[in-house]
């Protein structure tokens, strides 16, 4: 069983940065592959980034490539996305999971999630 919580969440401006943090329970952490993904209102939820085990491996989705940056310190059991150029369409709840999968995974067929962070960016 893995405990995930969210931090860093709040109210920017549009170009700003935030930084996203997840601190994951456990002692298996390096063993799980991480994700963020995001939800709208009236949306569905969305892939954003995942990275494999070591970190050696990213992915991103098409609309944050180049201004979201996801890492792991699997001393600290912590995943952390750095969102820079922040844009009003990135204003969601961020979601952070966890899964005993190989690889990368970018659809949410996660084990575990966290309960969210809201990330507001105002125009």
């Known amino acids: 069983q893995v405990q995930l919580v969210e931090s860093g969440g709040g109210l920017v401006q549009a170009g700003g940065s935030l930084r996203l943090s997840c601190a994951a329970s456990g002692r298996t952490f390096s063993r799980y592959i991480m994700g963020w993904f995001r939800q709208a209102p009236g949306r569905e939820r969305e892939f954003v980034a995942a990275?494999?085990?070591?970190?050696?491996?990213?992915s991103y989705a098409d609309s944050v490539k180049g201004r979201f940056t996801i890492s792991r310190d699997n001393a600290k059991n912590t995943v952390y996305l750095q969102m820079n150029s922040l844009k009003p369409v990135d204003t969601a709840v961020y979601y952070c999971?966890?899964?005993?999968?190989?690889?990368?995974?970018?659809?949410?067929?996660?084990?575990?999630w966290g309960q969210g962070t809201q990330v507001t960016v105002s125009s």
């Open positions: 990275i494999s085990w070591s970190g050696g491996s990213t």
């Open positions: 999971a966890a899964d005993h999968s190989r690889g990368i995974l970018t659809t949410p067929d996660y084990d575990y």
